[in-house]
């Protein structure tokens, strides 16, 4: 049966047009990509508790996991299922609604707050090709009101995701207390370093069913430029990939799980991933980031540096990075993380 192709909210038809269909040798190569088995599960209930003889068990394969693939799924996390199945429920009915609701948040302007776009990359020969994927991207935080930012329809989407922020706040300072008693530092070294303001950002990417995931990307090779991230992925739909030693692997969905990705700033392993599409459903993945803000001095901690351990990289603010960052396009960079907002 013929598939109804998804409305994007610029109205385009998602289908496979020259527009969404990659150069030859920039296609995923699904028959070379590894099974997930690799990719670390941990039990945050594995005995969190210091016995005195050095790092617990539960610190220990948390700072294995962050050095050797900046990539690992937790279960046990206290979210409730419950919870978590609402909030990928409601923003899956945003994707739902008709193109024009969906259209209100188009916009020119990078520098809002809320907003929908598609990400894209562009090729020599051919220009650019536009991801198999819609994004919807909005402020979040644990405790301050964010939600008269956020959507009235659906109906219930600033109730379930003002409860969802709370929860995924409490996760965030536990694993930033984890990671950095794995680094030898007080718990709380971490979330001091990223600052007491830190840029609080979800990013929901929506990938409709396509004909043909081979020539498609839901999402380009890239790494996240922040700190660290908390995904959640709707279950029994496969799509998110991670590179370790030059293999793609997949990060198959763990049922009741998070996956915790770090990223550039927290200088352990910032591992490249992307995100293909699947031929028979529809997947959602909802990303909830913790990133520095603009002032925040990025560096070395002291700690950690003496003569046997010097500094690798100068300190650079959140913002100079970031200016770096853009002024590289079409040298190094490997993703951009644009806005193509056709109307």
Excluded at 132 to 160: A, K
Excluded at 330 to 337: A, D, L, N, Q, S
Aim: proline share 8%; net charge negative.
């Amino acid at each position: 049966m013929e598939m109804t192709p998804y409305q994007l909210a610029n109205n385009t038809p998602l289908t496979l047009s020259p527009n969404f269909i990659l150069p030859e040798d920039k296609r995923p190569n699904l028959s070379e990509v590894l099974p997930s088995d690799s990719i670390p599960i941990i039990d945050l209930n594995d005995h969190d508790i210091d016995d005195g003889q050095g790092p617990s068990p539960l610190v220990s394969k948390i700072s294995q996991a962050c050095e050797e693939y900046g990539f690992f799924q937790i279960i046990n996390h206290e979210v409730p299922r419950e919870l978590c199945q609402k909030v990928l429920a409601v923003v899956t009915e945003f994707f739902q609604l008709p193109p024009e609701e969906r259209a209100q948040y188009l916009t020119k302007d990078h520098s809002k707050q809320v907003k929908v776009f598609n990400y894209y990359q562009k090729y020599e020969g051919i220009g650019k090709v536009t991801m198999w994927s819609e994004t919807f991207s909005h402020p979040w935080h644990p405790t301050e009101n964010f939600t008269h930012l956020l959507p009235t329809n659906p109906p219930q989407y600033r109730e379930v995701f003002a409860e969802y922020a709370r929860a995924i706040g409490v996760l965030f300072d536990r694993l930033l207390s984890l990671i950095s008693r794995g680094l030898g530092l007080d718990k709380d070294c971490l979330k001091r370093r990223i600052g007491e303001k830190p840029g609080l950002h979800t990013i929901a990417n929506y990938y409709p069913a396509c004909p043909d995931p081979e020539l498609t990307m839901g999402l380009p090779d890239h790494n996240d430029l922040g700190s660290i991230a908390v995904l959640l992925q709707v279950e029994g739909v496969t799509g998110l990939q991670v590179i370790k030693d030059g293999k793609w692997l997949t990060v198959d969905p763990v049922p009741d799980a998070f996956v915790i990705n770090l990223a550039d700033q927290t200088q352990f392993r910032s591992a490249g991933h992307r995100a293909v599409a699947n031929k028979l459903l529809p997947r959602l993945s909802l990303g909830m980031f913790y990133t520095p803000n603009n002032d925040t001095v990025i560096g070395p901690i002291e700690d950690l540096i003496d003569e046997e351990h010097p500094p690798k990289y100068r300190r650079y603010s959140f913002k100079e990075h970031m200016e770096e960052f853009y002024r590289q396009e079409g040298r190094r960079r490997r993703v951009k993380e644009a806005f193509e907002l056709q109307r």
